[in-house]
């Protein structure tokens, strides 16, 4: 987490170190929640190191994935933190997950008192707008092929701990598809 928030050059050692203090570390084991459906998201997380999956319900009932988070990725049920409704999110630990974590209260008052915070936020926040729409446009443009290329190439690490049917579902393939894929894809 400090790493990550001095990358944005906005903030002294001293300033950092202050908001470490704030926040605490905490582990998810694989297969426990960082949020579940029908929450209200009341903390942000930094990925200290692990995998974590989100995914929502289908009017079937399927889950549907939608999305990985890796280390060094902030981990947040954005919608609920932003209107305090509840989510329909589930993030899940695919492995044994260490987190570092802020209140919500930290980061509004943060924010309240200076405003390099609110920078920051604004900051993030573009910067997940700019990975939505990728996504979208990787969903809507490239072929299963290209998606399931690009995953490998960004995170190969994790492949392995990510069960077929969670890839499968993130690509919008069949499993049936990702397992032909994988034989024709190596890296």
């Keep these: 987490m400090k790493a990550f928030l001095q990358s944005f050059g906005l903030f002294s050692e001293a300033e950092i170190e202050k908001v470490l203090a704030k926040g605490k570390p905490e582990k998810l084991a694989k297969g426990e929640f960082f949020i579940q459906e029908g929450s209200i998201s ?33 981990l947040s049920a954005y919608a609920s933190w932003i209107t305090g409704e509840p989510t329909n999110e589930n993030m899940e630990a695919l492995v044994d997950t260490q987190l570092f ?19 920051l936020s604004k900051i993030i926040a573009e910067q997940q707008y700019l990975e939505l729409e990728q996504r979208v446009f990787m969903l809507q443009k490239e072929k299963a092929e290209k998606r399931y290329a690009n995953m490998l190439k ?12 969670y890839l499968a579902s993130y690509l919008g393939i069949t499993q049936r598809h990702l397992s032909r894929l994988r034989k024709e894809i190596s890296f």
């Design 154 to 165: 960004r995170h190969p690490e994790f492949l392995q701990h990510i069960p077929l049917q």
């Design 101 to 119: 974590v802020l209140p919500k209260s930290v980061v509004e008052e943060l924010v309240a008192q200076d405003p390099r915070w609110l920078l």
């Design 42 to 74: 009341s903390k942000l997380a930094f990925i200290e190191s692990g995998l974590v999956r989100t995914y929502y319900h289908s009017s079937e009932l399927e889950q549907i994935t939608y999305c990985f988070f890796f280390a060094g990725d902030l």
